[in-house]
C-alpha cells in the first residue's frame, strides 16, 4: 500500500481526489483539511481536522503518517481576499508550501503541487507553454509563482500542475465556481454582469483530479498544463452554460472587467499548449462544452 497524503480535502479539487484516490485499492488515504470534514462519503481513508498554519501539528501528523506522496491542493484562492491580505497570503500559499517542501527534502517524499494560469499576465497573445515567462499581475498569482519557483528550485522529486478556472460540484460547501453561479443566477432569473475580456479554458474538477492521479502514478517531474481545450471569454463560458442547461440568455450582460472594479487585477488570456500534458502524462484532450455535458449529466443523476 502507498500513503497520500491530500491537503485541501473539503476544498474543490481535494474533494475530487479523495474519492478518485477511494477507488484505486494500492493506495491508503489521509485527507487534510480544517474543521470538520464536509465530504458526503467519510468511510475508506483518515481525515485530520488540521490548520496547515500549524506547522508543529502538521510536521507531527506527517512524521507519524510518512506518505510516499504529498498532494497539495490548499491554498488561499480567492484572488481579491490575496489582493486585500497579502500577509495571510503569503503565509498559506509560500511559507506553508516551504514547510511542506523541507519535510519532503528531508524524507525524499514525492510532493505534487497545484498551481495556476494567474502566474502570466495573459499579454503573450497566444496559448502558454509550461515554459513561457511568468509575470503574474496580482498578488495570488505572485504568491502561487514564488511557490512554484521554490519547489522547482529545490531537489525533491516533485510535478506541478497548473490550472486554469476550474468548476465542479463540491459536497457541503456553498462556494461556487464560474458555472454553478451561472447556472444558479439564471435558474433563479437573475441578471448577471460578465466579462467579454477574460478569455479562459475551463476546467472540470473530476478532469484535474485525474491529471495529478496520471502525475503521481507516472512519478511525473517538472511542469504540467492542465485544462480542457477551447479558449473562451468568460461571457462565452457563460452563455455555453445558459445553452447547456436551457436557461435564458438574455439575462447575461457582457461587460468590460473594468466596469466590475475588482480589487485584483486579472490576465486577459490564459489558455494552456496541453502538448507536452498529453504526451508526458497521457492527460486526455475535451473540449469545455462536451465536459459540461458530462457535468450536467452528474447534476441530473444526482436531481434523479
Ligand atoms: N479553483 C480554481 O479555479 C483554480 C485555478 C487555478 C489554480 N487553482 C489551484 O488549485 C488548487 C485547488 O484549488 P481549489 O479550487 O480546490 O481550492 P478550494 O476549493 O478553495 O480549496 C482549498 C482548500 O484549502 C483549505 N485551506 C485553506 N487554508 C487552509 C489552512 N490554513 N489549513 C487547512 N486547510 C486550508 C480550504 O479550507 P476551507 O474549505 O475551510 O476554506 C479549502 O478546503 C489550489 O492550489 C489553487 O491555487 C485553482
Given at each position: 500500500?502507498?500513503?497520500?497524503?491530500?491537503?485541501?480535502?473539503?476544498?474543490?479539487?481535494?474533494?475530487?481526489?479523495?474519492?478518485?484516490?477511494?477507488?484505486?485499492?494500492?493506495?491508503?488515504?489521509?485527507?487534510?483539511?480544517?474543521?470538520?470534514?464536509?465530504?458526503?462519503?467519510?468511510?475508506?481513508?483518515?481525515?485530520?481536522?488540521?490548520?496547515?498554519?500549524?506547522?508543529?501539528?502538521?510536521?507531527?501528523?506527517?512524521?507519524?503518517?510518512?506518505?510516499?506522496?504529498?498532494?497539495?491542493?490548499?491554498?488561499?484562492?480567492?484572488?481579491?481576499?490575496?489582493?486585500?491580505?497579502?500577509?495571510?497570503?503569503?503565509?498559506?500559499?509560500?511559507?506553508?508550501?516551504?514547510?511542506?517542501?523541507?519535510?519532503?527534502?528531508?524524507?525524499?517524499?514525492?510532493?505534487?503541487?497545484?498551481?495556476?494560469d494567474f502566474?502570466f499576465d495573459g499579454e503573450k497573445g497566444t496559448i502558454y507553454?509550461?515554459?513561457?515567462?511568468?509575470?503574474?499581475?496580482?498578488?495570488?498569482?505572485?504568491?502561487?509563482?514564488?511557490?512554484?519557483?521554490?519547489?522547482?528550485?529545490?531537489?525533491?522529486?516533485?510535478?506541478?500542475?497548473?490550472?486554469i478556472l476550474?468548476y465542479?460540484?463540491?459536497?457541503?460547501?456553498?462556494?461556487?465556481n464560474i458555472v454553478?453561479w451561472v447556472?444558479?443566477?439564471l435558474?433563479?432569473?437573475?441578471?448577471i454582469r460578465v466579462v467579454t475580456d477574460q478569455l479562459r479554458m475551463p476546467t472540470?474538477?473530476?478532469?484535474?483530479?485525474?491529471?495529478?492521479?496520471?502525475?503521481?502514478?507516472?512519478?511525473?517531474?517538472?511542469?504540467?498544463?492542465?485544462s480542457s481545450n477551447e479558449l473562451m471569454s468568460i461571457y462565452e463560458i457563460a452563455l455555453a452554460v445558459a445553452d447547456a442547461?436551457?436557461?435564458?440568455k438574455?439575462l447575461i450582460h457582457p461587460v468590460a472587467t473594468s466596469a466590475l472594479?475588482l480589487?485584483?487585477k486579472r490576465p486577459f488570456s490564459t489558455g494552456f499548449?496541453?502538448?507536452?500534458?498529453?504526451?508526458?502524462?497521457?492527460?486526455?484532450?475535451?473540449s469545455f462544452t462536451?465536459?459540461l455535458?458530462?457535468?450536467?449529466?452528474?447534476?441530473?443523476?444526482?436531481?434523479?
Open positions: 500500500m502507498k500513503k497520500v497524503v491530500i491537503t485541501g480535502s473539503n476544498g474543490l479539487l481535494g474533494q475530487k481526489l479523495v474519492k478518485l484516490f477511494l477507488g484505486k485499492p494500492d493506495y491508503e488515504i489521509h485527507a487534510l483539511s480544517r474543521g470538520l470534514n464536509r465530504l458526503d462519503d467519510q468511510k475508506g481513508y483518515k481525515y485530520y481536522d488540521i490548520d496547515l498554519l500549524d506547522n508543529d501539528k502538521l510536521i507531527t501528523l506527517l512524521t507519524q503518517v510518512l506518505p510516499d506522496v504529498i498532494i497539495h491542493t490548499a491554498a488561499m484562492t480567492n484572488v481579491d481576499a490575496c489582493e486585500l491580505q497579502q500577509e495571510e497570503c503569503d503565509r498559506m500559499n509560500i511559507e506553508v508550501v516551504a514547510n511542506i517542501l523541507a519535510y519532503c527534502d528531508k524524507k525524499d517524499t514525492y510532493l505534487l503541487h497545484l498551481s495556476t502566474i507553454k509550461e515554459e513561457d515567462l511568468a509575470n503574474p499581475v496580482n498578488y495570488y498569482g505572485l504568491s502561487k509563482w514564488k511557490s512554484e519557483l521554490m519547489i522547482q528550485e529545490s531537489n525533491v522529486p516533485h510535478a506541478i500542475l497548473r490550472t476550474v465542479g460540484l463540491v459536497d457541503g460547501n456553498d462556494r461556487s454553478l447556472k444558479n443566477s435558474e433563479a432569473n437573475k441578471e472540470y474538477a473530476e478532469d484535474l483530479a485525474e491529471a495529478c492521479w496520471l502525475a503521481v502514478e507516472s512519478r511525473a517531474n517538472g511542469v504540467f498544463n492542465v442547461f436551457a436557461l435564458d438574455k472594479s480589487p485584483a499548449d496541453l502538448n507536452k500534458s498529453i504526451d508526458e502524462i497521457n492527460l486526455p484532450s475535451h462536451d465536459r455535458q458530462v457535468f450536467k449529466n452528474q447534476l441530473n443523476s444526482l436531481e434523479a
